[in-house]
């Protein structure tokens, strides 16, 4: 399976401030990168699917303009959260796929983030 | 009625139990079927991937399919306290896009 990372794995910040979160696929071409949000003791909630180098496709109720995501590379994907609010706290999880066939999503390790 | 319906429980078994964790589906189109392993505040990892019906084994893990009963299941032989973890299926249809549908997962715990 293929390796990704996120950084940072937690991040505290104020009212109102912008979150960068990064994704990284280390050893795989990530054509297709996938963005959840996870509350505790529940299940993934799908946000954005993003390809690269095209615009992301944002689930229905996810905000694009609040949740900025950028997947500029094959192994590099970012997610802005804009003018964090503490209802916005929660665990961020990215994933990639390759889009290919049967292949399936490869999770990474998550962000924590946690709006005062 | 959810695409994917999984027990969130919490499930509590003594160390080498047989465990058995389950979700059923509606949706007639999924082909693609997975298990992952998630430990607490950490991200998913993948344990099982199988398509279409049948059994699928992976040392103490076997991953069965019955698409007529629209229920997949996940076994783990002696179980270990080290597979104390969420357990999330998930699952996806080979049409119609790339989504993949998630269930709620099920909180196993294994005592020692």
């Known amino acids: 399976g293929a390796v990704v990372s996120q950084h940072p794995s937690w991040v505290i910040c104020k009212s109102g401030t912008s979150v960068k979160i990064e994704c990284r696929s280390l050893?795989?071409?990530?054509?297709?990168m996938f963005w959840y949000r996870q509350f505790p003791k529940q299940s993934l909630m799908l946000m954005a699917t993003?390809?690269?180098?095209?615009?992301?496709?944002?689930e229905q109720g996810v905000e694009k303009d609040k949740f900025l995501i950028n997947h500029a590379s094959l192994t590099l994907s970012t997610l802005t959260v804009t003018s964090a609010h503490p209802e916005d706290s929660s665990f961020y999880i990215c994933?990639?796929?390759?889009?290919?066939?049967?292949?399936?999503?490869?999770f990474g390790p998550g962000t924590r983030l946690t709006v005062l | 009625q959810k695409e994917v319906e999984q027990d969130p429980g919490p499930l509590s078994v003594p160390e080498g139990a047989i465990v058995s964790l389950n979700c059923t589906y509606s949706n007639s189109a999924f082909q693609y079927f997975m298990w992952y392993r998630q430990y607490s505040r950490k991200g998913p990892e993948l344990l099982m991937y199988?398509?279409?019906?049948g059994n699928k084994e992976d040392g103490r893990f076997t991953a069965q399919v019955d698409k007529s009963s629209k229920y997949i299941s996940l076994f783990i032989r002696d179980s270990q306290p080290s597979d104390s973890a969420t357990y999330l299926c998930a699952m996806r249809a080979n049409t119609g896009g790339f989504k993949t549908i998630f269930g709620a997962g099920t909180r196993l715990f294994v005592k020692a």
């Open positions: 050893d795989f071409q990530a054509t297709t």
């Open positions: 993003s390809n690269e180098g095209s615009k992301a496709t944002y």
């Open positions: 199988t398509y279409s019906s």
């Open positions: 994933s990639v796929s390759s889009l290919a066939g049967t292949d399936t999503q490869y």
